[in-house]
């Protein structure tokens, strides 16, 4: 039950975009399409679920043992670089449409703060066995791609219909992402 309510916590209650504000810049850059922000959050759930995995195991057995614990976050960020290398390379070969597509936001996940608070949040929240890992990685990753496919959908919408001028684009974009915010917190009481 306790790992139902990590899941639960990690993709709506403490949303890593809506309730945290981290990784917006993503958040507004690829969601004009949901093909977009599809391959993104694809991206980003590998990137994420495997980076808190591997930086939770180099932090409990070689960081604490060794007590340099003050280094995690230069390790996190060799975490997180090398699996996002990984990604493009296989994107760039098996996707090369959506790779052009992404552009500059794939390279970007390296320094998406999204990526990297949610590896600090491990060591942070205290998750003291791989499982919870596991299930707060997935659950905020699958958090992240459910908010950018939503918004994408949103976004998609609102492009079709008339717009006052001055609202067109990301003004439009950013009420939509507090009325989106704004039902999030509204599950906070459930967990």
Not at 143 to 151: H, N, P
Request: net charge positive; proline share 4%.
């Amino acid at each position: 039950m306790q790992l139902f309510f990590i899941f639960f916590a990690a993709v709506f209650v403490n949303n890593i975009i809506l309730t945290q504000f981290l990784g917006i810049c993503s958040f507004l850059g690829v969601t004009n399409k949901r093909s977009q922000a599809l391959g993104m959050g694809a991206a980003v759930i590998f990137v994420i679920f495997t980076s808190c995995i591997l930086s939770y195991l180099m932090h409990k057995y070689i960081l604490i043992p060794f007590n340099v614990d003050y280094l995690q976050t230069i390790l996190f960020i060799l975490i997180i670089a090398s699996l996002v290398q990984f990604v493009e390379i296989v994107m760039k070969k098996y996707s090369p449409t959506l790779y052009r597509a992404m552009g500059i936001y794939l390279p970007l996940i390296t320094t998406n703060c999204a990526v990297l608070g949610a590896c600090n949040n491990i060591i942070t929240k205290g998750y003291n066995t791989i499982w919870e890992t596991a299930i707060y990685g997935i659950g905020i990753s699958l958090g992240y791609a459910l908010v950018m496919f939503i918004f994408s959908t949103i976004r998609e919408k609102v492009d079709y219909n008339p717009t006052p001028m001055p609202w067109k684009g990301n003004p439009i974009g950013l009420v939509c992402a507090a009325s989106m915010a704004l039902a999030f917190f509204g599950l906070g009481g459930l967990v």
